[in-house]
């Protein structure tokens, strides 16, 4: 079993050194695929022997497919920039490399790291389909969420991605004012209309499901601020796309 290990970069260079040394003994090749950085990422993935080859970012799910298609390996891990393969998920990969998997796509944990603290139930456990058989997968998706999608039987495998994500408010305010937009024009594009039930009713449930039902109150001064955080992104999605349809009967009626 030959590994490849696809990345996707965007001035990366924070946490990309600890990712590419948490694959250094269990890649065959490390294929990084960059949209355009301005720090340090490019230059540490040469130092690191990745092999660099640069895209202009149009959305996720092209520019995952186009980084599988540079992937040359039996199988491929798809990690993020700011995701450490843990010591019990590099050992289980291993197992696998010596052996002939018995399935055709692996799920894997994810454990995040928010402002600091690890979070062990608010947001965990997270099960993302993440190492496949390159011939059987493909990237599918919104221009929010993109999933890989895997021809063949799945299974789960033992350890965790650790992922180092918001490390500040601010930062987190950012990527929701980002993905509520990017969700309005694509909800509406598809043909979705504004619900004031869904305004209504989604924002505390998701706050509910975070900290009442996944037990966010066991993380924490942490736990209940991401709750409050998936409450206002729920909301903020379905305000932008009824701005989305008021802008577009202002522009029919004038």
């Not at 948490?22 to 090749?29: E, K, L, W």
């Not at 490019?42 to 022997?49: A, D, P, R």
């Not at 997270?126 to 493909?138: G, K, S």
Request: overall charge positive.
């Amino acid at each position: 079993m030959k590994l490849s290990v696809g990345i996707l970069t965007y001035n990366s260079e924070k946490y990309l050194p600890q990712v590419l040394e948490s694959v250094r003994g269990i890649a065959d090749q490390i294929v990084v695929l960059d949209s355009g950085s301005t720090d340090r990422t490019c230059q540490i993935v040469e130092e690191f022997g990745g092999e660099l080859h640069r895209r202009r970012l149009d959305n996720f799910v092209n520019q995952r497919n186009h980084l599988l298609s540079l992937c040359t390996g039996d199988w491929v891990l798809f990690i993020d920039s700011d995701e450490v393969v843990s010591p019990e998920l590099a050992g289980e990969l291993l197992k696998l490399k010596e052996g002939e998997p018995p399935f055709d796509g692996y799920y894997i944990n994810v454990m995040t790291s928010y402002l600091g603290r690890w979070i062990k139930h608010a947001w965990y456990p997270d099960w993302h389909l993440r190492l496949a058989r390159r011939d059987r997968c493909r990237w599918v998706g919104s221009e929010v969420h993109e999933s890989l999608t895997v021809d063949g039987r799945v299974g789960r495998l033992e350890g965790n991605l650790l992922h180092y994500s918001y490390t500040s408010l601010s930062e987190h305010l950012k990527k929701i004012d980002l993905y509520t937009t990017l969700y309005a024009r694509g909800a509406f594009r598809k043909g979705k209309r504004f619900s004031l039930l869904k305004l209504l009713t989604s924002p505390p449930g998701s706050f509910i499901r975070r900290y009442i039902l996944k037990r966010g109150f066991l993380d924490g001064f942490e736990g209940f601020l991401l709750s409050v955080m998936a409450s206002y992104y729920s909301f903020l999605k379905y305000a932008k796309l009824w701005e989305i349809e008021k802008k577009g009967e202002s522009s029919r009626s004038s």
